[in-house]
Antibody, heavy 116, light 106 residues
């Protein structure tokens, strides 16, 4: 069974940094583009970023462009989201997700809270 | 950026009802549209992709249609497990989600 396990969330002060990780198992990680999607408390889903299988293509939502950096390590079957200059509006559950058409597989999410 | 607009935002219905949720894209996305179901505290679950293809294991009472800019999700006969929030998503250009439709028990 495909597994995606996020980690690295927590409470962080505005302006500080945090790095999220997503560990993948039970599928050929290196064949799939990967995404982060976030959900603020009581709000809807927001796509954050995408990275292609070989890291040659990376996209970001306008709301995080210039502050977040997405990367992956196919040998370690891991996805990373470096989040800098965090703001209160970045507070959300962050999901790692992938699929061939639509997002079939999702992790359980990791909560990031930006607050002083 | 492509904006996705769902309607209604909230829908009250009863078990056995037929319900339809609409999603509109701000520009054509061909059929690169997916529908998700989300329950509180859980990750979203993919129901339909490519506008009308049912994901494996999803009950046949769920169906999707549309292309270009107008799409619909229909549940033919509501079951108790179907009361949840539903989102559409375009994946034609990057990705973006609709704001969600909360399906409540009447």
């Amino acid at each position: 069974e495909v597994q995606l396990v996020e980690s690295g969330g927590g409470l962080v002060q505005p302006g500080r940094s945090l790095r999220l990780s997503c560990a993948a198992s039970e599928f050929t990680f290196s064949n799939y583009g990967m995404n982060w999607v976030r959900q603020a408390p009581g709000k809807g889903l927001e796509w954050v970023s995408y990275i292609s299988s070989t890291s040659t293509t990376i996209y970001y939502a306008d709301s995080v462009k210039g502050r977040f950096t997405l990367s992956r390590d196919n040998a370690r079957k891991s996805l990373y989201l470096q989040m800098n200059s965090l703001r209160a509006e970045d507070t959300a559950v962050y999901y790692c997700t992938t699929g061939s058409s639509g997002f079939t597989y999702w992790g359980q999410g990791t909560l990031v809270t930006v607050s002083s | 950026d492509i904006q996705m607009t769902q309607s209604p935002s909230t829908l009250s219905a009863s078990v056995g009802d037929r319900v339809t949720i609409t999603c509109r894209a701000s520009q054509s996305i061909s059929n690169w549209l997916a529908w998700y179901q989300q329950k509180p505290g859980k990750a979203p679950k993919l129901l339909i992709y490519k506008a009308s293809t049912l994901e494996n294991g999803v009950p046949s009472r769920f169906s999707g249609s549309g292309s270009g800019t107008e799409f619909t999700l229909t549940i033919s006969s509501l079951q108790p497990d179907d009361f949840a929030t539903y989102y559409c998503q375009q994946y034609n250009t990057y990705s973006s989600f609709g704001q969600g439709t909360k399906l409540e028990i009447k």
